[in-house]
């Protein structure tokens, strides 16, 4: 991808970037306290973004450290909502654990059960699909189109098989419906919401005490930087390979099972929808760079959200598609890419 | 018993061949340069030494045990360290991140051996938690080669450490390059500056279209009026 500079996991953001980024968001909120647009499109927007945000960062790690662009990531989303489907809706339930409505939540306890397995899942299979399909291709030497095409196929793979097993239609976890939270102007909030940014909060602040602390997260940043030089220095590049795939994998099940409390709804397509708003906010924080995905996701999140108040919802992907396109033309290293 | 012995190596990329059987010796605590002109395959030995690129023919030793083809991580656990011509550093880690990943082969406790090479590169500790990245030419290769020490090797393949950098810096990497190999530390050095590094060498080689052309000890290349002539510019 020539002119797409790769920015590596570089922690301490860019700071001219960082302040437009600031402005932009006191424009938007003036504009939102001023009644131009409608605070609560900008509110929910942002939760959408963090949903959008756990995904992108697994992406952008998969492509700073595997060097391709990982189509199936919207699929691996899918399968982690449907896997917690069946733990909710099936297994737990089996064993007496049907509870929901926990507090102001829709969901109850069991969730906390159904995530977990989830993740682990959807890590087993990444790490799976590694060793059967993408390190085979690796020891080849082939290309990332190579790679990124053969991850389209992985795509469409796992979304026959949720196809398959579940069947076309939409589904729902066991839930109840309880009050939003009313706030001022108009915003109002569904309780899930909360839940969805503490633990993305909880992850995204796990990440990076892993990246920064951890001697299995410095090597992974390593070989983001340089995996050539990551071999001779001796680090295990291999085990590198599986790490990201599995913490990415591990990201990319939470952000579906939230996605699915998030809109209330599974339906087989979801993550495949949602993988151009996942690159759109991969591109716009510089490829490989996780920290600026998260806010290329926020603002993903932010516009898609407010544009509907002009247009019908259903064009939502296209304003992601915009942004992508015009922050390829204009600034293909991302907000945060710095030249080296 | 040789430190490293390489014998008759034939390699190089896909089907072009580029080394057509060098062999080269290096003894223990001696600094060995290679020298040559530029495309002579003096990168291409220091890879296929390392186990970077796969020899068609012949085989390398080190420490009496054959390591022909041995992926890197074997080779850093055993004690031979190669440091790249360029992109040596790990630009987005801190520099004491960078000497930390040097050490990611070793389980054990190494603050002692960090502080060793903070104390051999006194520049570094001053900007231990700046992005290596900031770093000067100079500072970047003094990193690459303070990364390399954090295993204590036994051996260092050093591919051009002076490169690209100013004259007074070339002499202060040399330096240290005296110094590594004081404290026991065997080095086989690839140098464009053949004058200086032959002045520090036990021995060197002459490679020429990746073949042997001539080895003597380092003095004895430097007074050859053929050698002279050639290689070292007149």
Redesign the interface.
Known sequence: MAGMRKT????PFHWTAGYSVLLGLVVVLILAFTSVIKLELVVNGLFLGTIIGLGAIGLSLVYGIHGFAHIAHGDFMTLGAYTSLFTLGVFLPRIGLDNVGLGPFTFGYPLFIALPLSMLFLVALAIGLDKGIYSRLRRRGVSSVVMAMTSLGVAIALRGLVQFVWGGGTEQYPRVSKDFYQLPMGVRIPPDNLFIVALTVIMVVALYLFLTRT?TG??M??T???A?????????TEHVLWWTWAISAALAATAGVLLAVFQAQLFPIMGWRFLIPLFAAVILGGIGNPWGALIGALIIGVSSEVSTQWLNPAYKTVISFAIMIVMLLLRPRGIFGVR? | MSLLEARDIVAGYGETEILHGVSITVEKNQIVTIIGPNGSGKSTLLKTIFGLLRPKQGSVRFNGEDITGTPPETMVRKGLCYVPQSSNVFPSLSIHENLEMGAFVRKDDYSQRIREVYDLFPDLIKRKNDRAGTLSGGQRQMLAVARALMVDPVMLLLDEPSAGLAPNLVASVLQIIIGINQAGVAILLVEQNAREALKLSSRGYILASGQNQLEDDGNKLLNNPDVARLYLGG
């Open positions: 590596s996991l570089r922690l001697r410095k090597a940043r390593a983001s930087d340089n050539e030089l990551a071999r001779v220095t001796g680090i295990n080296d």
